[in-house]
């Protein structure tokens, strides 16, 4: 069985203050919850504070974006060593907002990946398609490209630690969210890749996440279909109480 992974994505919200507010009243309510793993990305601002705040609890703290570069002349970059060096045990890679307004490619995702995987963290790959190639029926052709880039030159052994995330781009922010038998197809198509590129014994084990609108009303709904191993959650982790309840669906 493979342990279900929930993942909050606060994009660029929240202060140090309000981050701490926020692990003030969410903590006490998962602090019994073993069944599932869960994680926080906040803004890099505000991950001191949460590490902090999440110190000796049942939830990681993750970031949302990484370089590929140890170090150097990246002006607003933020390397794989600096979140270590804080306690931070996750990154998101390669969300579609990366790609769409800050040009992320599937190279720089394979780039960031092998570079999260050397510093131990805990990557989670983000694959997905628009509405475009949706609706042209290029879906499994998208994401085939995607994982086969991503993975690229990366060995089982090192790629133990990571998760998939399949967000079809359409579904973001817009209240519309993937079926629960399309995401399930998807992350068939995704599984099947990772058996490429790893064995079928590294895919059997692979957590893969849906994200897209996932609400506190649609949680157990997705999470029910046997592809689905967790989720990435955008807006609805911003309030501890509605989190809460994607969390213990």
Excluded at 68 to 94: D, N, P, R
Excluded at 128 to 139: Q, Y
Aim: hydrophobic share 45%.
């Amino acid at each position: 069985m493979r342990k279900k992974l929930i993942v909050a994505n606060w994009k660029m919200y929240k202060t140090p203050e309000q981050t701490t507010a926020f692990f003030d009243e969410f903590l006490p309510m998962v602090a019994s919850h073993d069944r599932d793993e869960i994680v926080v990305c906040p803004p890099f601002v505000d991950l001191p504070v949460a590490v902090e705040a999440a110190e000796g609890s049942n939830v990681a703290i993750g970031a949302q974006n990484v370089h590929w570069e140890k170090e150097g002349a990246f002006t607003g970059e933020i390397s794989a060593g600096m979140l270590t060096a804080i306690a931070v045990t996750h990154a998101i890679i390669g969300h579609s907002e990366r790609r769409q307004y800050f040009n992320e490619t599937d190279d720089t995702v394979n780039r960031k990946l092998e570079t999260a995987l050397e510093h131990g963290l805990t990557p989670i790959v983000c694959v997905g398609e628009v509405l475009e190639e949706r609706e042209a029926g290029l879906t499994e052709d998208v994401l085939r490209r995607q994982c086969m880039r991503a993975f690229n030159g990366i060995s089982a052994k090192k790629a133990a630690k990571m998760a998939v995330a399949y967000e079809p781009v359409w579904a973001i922010g817009t209240g519309k969210t993937a079926t629960p038998q399309m995401a399930a197809d998807a992350h068939t198509v995704i599984r099947l890749e990772a058996e490429k590129a790893f064995g079928k014994e590294f895919a059997d084990g692979l957590r893969i996440l849906y994200g897209g609108s996932v609400k506190p009303d649609n949680a157990s709904a997705l999470m029910a279909e046997e592809e689905i191993d967790g989720a990435l959650v955008g807006g609805a982790s911003l309030d501890p109480k509605n989190f809460t309840r994607i969390v213990k669906y």
